[in-house]
């Protein structure tokens, strides 16, 4: 019986294959456009810009404290939700200030050049919506489930 068990998980996760390696090459092609706009000698091989990839790591968080808080508790909010939202909204807000500020700051000699920047914008946007897409993809309660 273990064996029947091991092969219907097997298929559940070939059903996921496709989207998992869409994802994973997705937020390659981000983080390479992060990287790349850190380490390109045309850009001056300035490393303030990979700071943004703390952002991508809390970006989830709120939602998933928040889901988590929904789940042990029996009622249904919509203020767990909409403050989860909110903190998440200020922190991809965030990463893409960041690189803003960084290209702009200080104006006769700026920290990054803005080519550097339109690098990190595009890899910002590159990795969110790989986060964004994962969550929609993986969520599968509706009734509790943020996304």
């Known amino acids: 019986m273990a064996g029947l068990k091991g ?3 097997g298929f559940c996760l070939f059903e996921y294959f496709p989207l998992l390696v869409v994802l994973a090459f ?3 092609v981000g983080m390479t456009l992060v990287i790349l706009s850190c ?3 045309t850009f001056g091989a300035v490393w ?3 700071f943004v990839v703390i952002f991508y790591i809390l970006s989830p968080l709120p939602v998933l404290v928040a889901n988590r808080y929904m789940e042990n508790n029996s009622t249904y909010s919509t203020a767990a ?3 989860a939202l909110f903190f998440t909204a200020i922190i991809v807000i965030s990463a893409y200030g960041l690189p803003i500020v960084l290209a702009r700051a200080p104006p006769e000699n700026p920290t990054i ?3 550097a ?4 914008l595009l890899g910002n946007t590159v990795v969110f919506l790989t986060i964004l897409g994962f969550f929609f993809s993986f969520t599968h309660d509706e009734s509790s489930g943020l996304l």
């Open 7 to 9: 092969i219907v998980i």
């Open 26 to 28: 997705l937020g390659s």
């Open 39 to 41: 380490a390109s000698p």
């Open 48 to 50: 303030w810009p990979f």
């Open 81 to 83: 939700k909409d403050v």
């Open 113 to 115: 050049v803005p080519g």
């Open 117 to 120: 920047c339109v690098l990190v």
